[in-house]
């Protein structure tokens, strides 16, 4: 089962940049990783020498492709939650396992646990029709598809019954469930990632705060800044004790509401996350390391940041797809920031990589960030 | 001739370790990296996708490589010079050059046009007989082969003429070039390490301190303890001369001996060392990712360390080639301690990894990096 030595290998399912940024620390750790891809020239697939084609929609894909591996792990949410339980009738080792991934799967299944558990989330209601709409009676209204959505996708606010109906008669057409949430007033939006063992232990790293523009992260500040210390803690403690509750195995992060009253849960996922890029550089441990560490069941990583601030900025791809020659002039301008390229193809908007700004002013990392990124992109940000 | 976008594609001659952690680097950058390997079992062939199975010393193999590669780099300095001058009449950019790395493959070229250039370096003479070993005249003497050595092969120090008279003997039926060197009585050993850009930029990390024990290095300390400024200034500017003076693109180790008077050059090495490992968490730019933008002319990344002392343990081999198993161990008992395993096979006294310990204490430092390179190594080290 390995490729060198005694060392187990790790399966991740997916190819995309979380898999491609693992395989740095699969690389450091002397871990054997192959992916699940359905293409060779996926983002991580580009960087990995063990790469099976396939689709992790189908059980058989799954079956080949476990196989060979010593522990299952996932870079997105959408392997079939029965695939995965197929997979662990088998004896695979799955991390997560299904039980635990569900509520990073399905909103409406987290929500109704969180709540069950005494976990503050937004006022929820699933619903079907207009009318369980506006039953549920508070507007603006967030409607979010319960399976599938993610960045921004699948979630819709509706200031009024008009806005609602649509989102309610496509979702009735398309077979999406549907939940009715409160539109939480929030300060910001914070983010925990911790990672769990399946022996147990737990890991937290500080809290960052996140900066989204159209549902789609453009920042992260970390620590989030004049966090309150109790908050702060209280906020780890709770990512830490839903990976408790949840049977969580690998990272979970966990999205939050920053509200005048603490927080509130708002998304989970249960795999390196967009939220935790800043620990590549900005951590002893890497949330990809951590990842690594924690579904083979090694001892946590050290979590300590490495600056007293670390700002991450997402590159988004602009109408220029020659990103290359514009390296020059971010490594010139800034020899200290740190650009990672996903290897994808640019299309406007979407995610084609990330810089990150590590320094003991934040105003000066946030500017030095925000200024690799923009012009990296091309200046769609 | 790129995988994605407008980025170049480098191509590394040689499948070690130093091509492993350059995939790091290069997965950041998304810069798509080749390795030529013989066999598609070595260090770096395990972690990369594209891989091509060739011989170095071939130079029908070496053109074929190079077609795909936009700059054509090196992880070891084996490749016969005169298919490196080859490979540049057709046009393919080496970096570095054949006529600066013959610097680091022929030690008395080295020595020869360091002294013209002033550069102070240990006396020596080519020798070819006994007697021309008696009239250099200095016991203990060292005797070298001007080529192929490393890691202490192809040293010999000798107390007697009739300890040379087996090494001279060995070496003229073997027709290896001799050189005999004075035996510096150093009081340690120390590393400078640089990069330059063929566009001539200069970027020169702090010296550290490297301790060998029967020529292999064991342990590298950042910066070196205790080293007066104006001499650590110094070995800089020496080492970033040398470059500049070679012409070297893409990295330059220089080897030092600090003696009472300064510094002598002991050896050259145009690549990613064994003395550089401990940027990968202890400097802001590893000098993986700043030999990839050395030799693609990218402007040169931020040397400053991270941590106020780094210290860099090479994991030697043991009688148990079962080191996963170790693992646990050494993350339980220090969660910050950064492992790096080769995926080599475990050879009794064979470099199969590096640990890195950061800290503000160099005595803590140190303890903890010995202890888990001696643990993860099986207790050879």
Redesign the interface.
């Known amino acids: 089962m390995t ?6 290998a790790v399966g991740m399912v997916g190819g995309g940049q979380l898999a ?2 693992t ?2 620390a ?5 871990v ?1 990783l192959r992916v699940l891809s359905d293409s060779t ?1 996926a983002s991580a ?5 063990d ?1 099976r084609v396939g689709d992790h929609r189908s059980l058989d894909d799954l079956r080949t492709f476990a196989k060979d591996s010593d522990v299952v792990t996932f870079d997105h949410e959408h392997v079939p939650g029965e695939h995965i339980r197929a997979l662990e009738d088998a004896g695979v080792a799955c991390r997560p396992g299904s039980a635990a991934l569900l509520h990073a799967q399905d909103k409406r299944v987290m929500r109704e646990r969180l709540s069950a558990h005494g976990v503050p989330v937004p006022r929820f209601a699933p619903v079907a029709t207009l009318a369980d709409v506006e039953a549920f009676g508070a507007w603006p209204v967030v409607l979010k598809a319960a399976r599938g959505g993610y960045d921004g996708k699948g979630v819709w606010v509706c200031e009024s019954p008009a806005e609602a109906r649509g989102v309610v008669e496509r979702a009735v057409a398309e077979g999406v469930g549907l939940l009715a949430e409160e539109h939480v007033p929030f300060r910001r939006e914070l983010a925990a990632l911790v990672a769990r063992s399946p022996y147990g232990q737990g890991a937290a790293y500080p809290i960052v705060e996140t900066v989204q523009r159209d549902g789609i992260c453009h920042e992260v500040i970390a620590p989030a800044p004049g966090l309150d210390d109790e908050l702060a803690e209280h906020a780890q403690r709770l990512a830490l004790g839903i990976a408790d509750a949840l049977g969580v195995t690998g990272l979970l992060a966990v999205e939050l509401f920053e509200t005048g009253d603490g927080v509130l849960v708002n998304e989970l996922a249960m795999r390196p996350h967009n939220s935790g890029h800043w620990t ?2 900005g951590a ?2 890497s949330q990809f390391e951590q990842h690594l ?1 924690a579904v083979l069941d ?5 979590t ?1 940041p ?2 007293p601030y670390v700002v991450m900025a997402n590159v988004l791809g602009g109408d220029d ?5 514009r ?2 002039h971010v ?2 301008h800034d ?2 920031v ?9 299309r406007p908007g979407r995610k084609i ?1 990330h810089v990150t700004a ?1 320094g003991d002013d934040l105003e000066d990392a946030r500017e030095r960030a925000r200024h690799a990124a923009g012009y990296l992109g091309g200046g769609s940000a």
């Open positions: 490729d060198s030595q005694d060392i187990p491609r940024m395989q740095q699969a690389i450091a750790l002397g054997p020239h697939a580009r960087v990995i020498a790469v590549i550089e002893r441990t560490r090694l001892p946590l990583g050290d300590t490495t600056a797809p020659a990103v290359y020659r390296y020059i490594m010139a020899p200290a740190k650009v990672h390229f996903y290897g994808k193809e640019v990589g590590l």
